[in-house]
Every structure is written in structure tokens, then in C-alpha cells.
């Protein structure tokens, strides 16, 4: 497709790279990005057709809800045959959660859907902003033979595209805030723009778009610590409704082994519970049995999250839970690569 014919649609949901100020108040007031060629002229010289729909009002990151994602997915689903690729601009701080939710909610996506913030106004002197915009528009047009380059839901930041489920924010700080500990990168941003294709997701027979609209968000994370105490087990685990729970456990997936913790742990999968077992680590991978720490949650019928992040076990959980789907069907989709989302050895 040649660059004229190119269409992107950017959403803007909220956050910091959409916020420009005003030049009388000396505040900071939502940007029009129906103006992004007046803000930001460099896109001019790709030729493409943009289009943007923002959320009034925009949602800080730390509002980010359920509702929001299937807001953003429904604008998907309403314009996909309208557009080449999509832009989410979102505040940083739930943007991992939000671009895992999005790659579960929308299973048969052949487009890219890439999600990028800034830690710094677009209207600032030093934002990271404009080349996280400008770069991600490149990226959601990017064709090869007629067909996307990255057909999958991204995040783009400081130089480096990720695959959205596996990304996890590492930073308040600085201009590099997300990291792919367990996953290589999708593409880096230099003097060239250089994609690693073979890390790219693809999405096989090509499909009409099919959007999950349905989350269950009955579930808990209970992150291990010394100290732990079994009221605080009874307090998180004690939820009437809980489906499941996201235990986040030591190193290579290793917990207590004390009766009073097992009893309970053994309680819960008895009504019912699923239990996931994601590392607290950045990198690495759960391996229940490998120490006789992990083997007793094994036995109890705790599954293992491999290298799941916990962002991408909280979203993919609240899917499958709203599919009507049995226990074991979940339990064995959880240990389903379903979008590139972990690692089995």
C-alpha cells in the first residue's frame, strides 16, 4: 500500500503526552489531536490519512478501568475496515495492563494496535512525546507486501516496540520506561528503524475481528513476602466470589511450605479457585518442581504462569473467566500461548 492510501486512526484515552500548556494560564490543558499536523508537522511527509478519536473527559491512567478497555476496543471493532492501524496514546502507568487486556479482548487481530505515552508533555521543550507519537504512526503503517509489518497489539516507547503482553513498567523516572524482560524486542528505533520479524506474532488464516467484551475481574493477587500471615491469606482469599488467584511467588515459582499456608492454598482449589503461579521476578520463569519449594504447590493443583507477567495473567484471566468456559478448559488455555504471551519450555 502506498503511503497515501495509508489511514491511521489515533485514539487518545489520557495521559501525560496528550496534555500541551496553555500559554496564558501556564497550566497544562488536553491537546487536540485534531490538530496534530498544525502541533506536530513532521507527519505531514509521510502522507498519510489521520484520524483521531479522544475520550472527553481523558482518563488519568490510574482511573483506567474495565470499561475502558472495552471502550477502546469498540472503537477498534467500529473502524477496522476504515483504517490500516491504530495509535492508543495512554498514560503510562496502566498502559502494560491496558495493552495486554487489548490482545486478549481482540483474538483475531491482523492489525497493528500500538500503544504509546510520553513521561513528558507533547507541548514540553524536552518531551519524549513527538518521537513516540511520530514513530508509533510509522509503525501502525508499516506495510510489506500489502500486509502489516506487526499485526499484533504493541507498545512503543524510547526507541523500542515491545509486544504489549509482555511489557511491564519499570520506571517513573526516566524517558526508558518499559522493559520486555522475557520476550525480545519487536523492532528498534535508531538512525533506521529496524524490525526483528522473526519475534513478530502472526496471526494465521486471516479472519473477521472477533472482540471479547466480557471480562470477570473475580479475582485477586496475593504477592508473597516474609511475614506473611495466615489472616492475610484469609483476608485476600476470603473474597465469596473469587475465580482466581495470581500468586506471585519467589524466584523460580517457590512458596512456604508451612501446613498453615498449604491448608490453605488446598482449600481454596477445592471450591473452586484457580491458582496461577507468576514469578515476582523481572526475568526468568516459573518451574514448579524444580525445588521442592514449588513441587508442594504443584501437588496442590496450583498452575504455573511461566514467564507471565503479572499484567498479562491478570488480563488474560479476567478473558477466559468471562467465556463460560469449564475449569480445566481455563487451566489448560492458561498453559495455551495464546498471543505470544509466554514461554513454554
Known amino acids: 500500500m502506498e503511503p497515501e492510501n495509508t489511514s491511521i486512526l489515533i485514539i487518545y484515552t489520557g495521559g501525560t503526552i496528550g496534555m500541551i500548556e496553555d500559554p496564558v494560564k501556564g497550566l497544562l490543558k488536553p491537546f487536540n489531536f485534531k490538530k496534530i499536523l498544525t502541533q506536530i508537522p513532521e507527519i505531514k511527509g509521510f502522507g498519510y490519512h489521520l484520524e483521531s478519536i479522544s475520550f472527553e473527559p481523558p482518563i488519568d491512567s490510574s482511573n483506567i478501568d474495565i ?7 469498540e472503537i477498534i471493532e467500529e473502524n477496522y475496515h476504515l483504517f490500516d492501524g491504530f495509535v492508543v496514546l495512554h498514560g503510562t502507568d496502566t498502559m502494560a495492563y491496558s495493552a495486554s487486556a487489548l490482545s486478549f479482548m481482540l483474538e483475531t487481530l491482523d492489525k497493528p494496535v500500538i500503544f504509546t505515552g510520553a513521561q513528558l508533555p507533547i507541548g514540553a521543550l524536552r518531551t519524549d512525546g513527538k518521537e513516540n507519537l511520530i514513530t508509533s504512526i510509522v509503525i501502525a ?37 518499559f522493559q520486555s524482560a522475557n520476550y525480545p524486542y519487536l523492532a528498534i528505533a535508531g538512525v533506521h ?36 500471615t495466615p489472616e492475610y491469606m484469609d483476608a485476600v482469599m476470603g473474597y465469596r466470589d473469587l475465580k482466581a488467584l495470581i500468586l506471585e511467588t519467589y524466584g523460580a515459582g517457590n512458596a512456604p511450605t508451612g501446613k498453615w499456608f498449604m491448608e490453605r492454598i488446598k482449600k481454596a482449589v477445592d471450591r473452586g479457585v484457580i491458582i496461577l503461579d507468576v514469578t515476582q521476578c523481572i526475568r526468568g520463569s516459573v518451574e514448579m518442581g524444580r525445588y521442592e519449594t514449588s513441587r508442594h504447590l504443584l501437588n496442590a493443583g496450583v498452575i504455573s504462569g511461566y514467564d507471565l507477567t503479572t499484567e498479562a495473567a491478570t488480563t488474560k484471566l479476567m478473558v477466559l473467566l468471562a467465556q463460560n468456559l469449564k475449569d480445566e478448559e481455563v487451566k489448560i ?11 513454554l519450555s
Open 67 to 73: 470499561s475502558t478497555w472495552i471502550r477502546i476496543a
Open 141 to 177: 503503517g508499516a506495510r510489506e507486501y500489502g500486509l502489516p509489518v506487526v499485526p499484533e497489539v504493541c507498545i512503543y516507547f524510547e526507541s523500542k516496540l515491545s509486544r504489549g503482553n509482555r511489557t511491564t513498567k519499570v520506571s517513573a523516572e526516566h524517558f526508558n520506561a
Open 193 to 228: 528503524l529496524v524490525y526483528h520479524r522473526e519475534n513478530v506474532w502472526q496471526p494465521g488464516k486471516f479472519r473477521e475481528l472477533v472482540v471479547h467484551k466480557k471480562l470477570n475481574n473475580h479475582i485477586a493477587i496475593m504477592k508473597l513476602f516474609p511475614g506473611l
Open 333 to 343: 488455555l492458561l498453559n495455551t500461548s495464546l498471543k505470544g504471551e509466554i514461554t
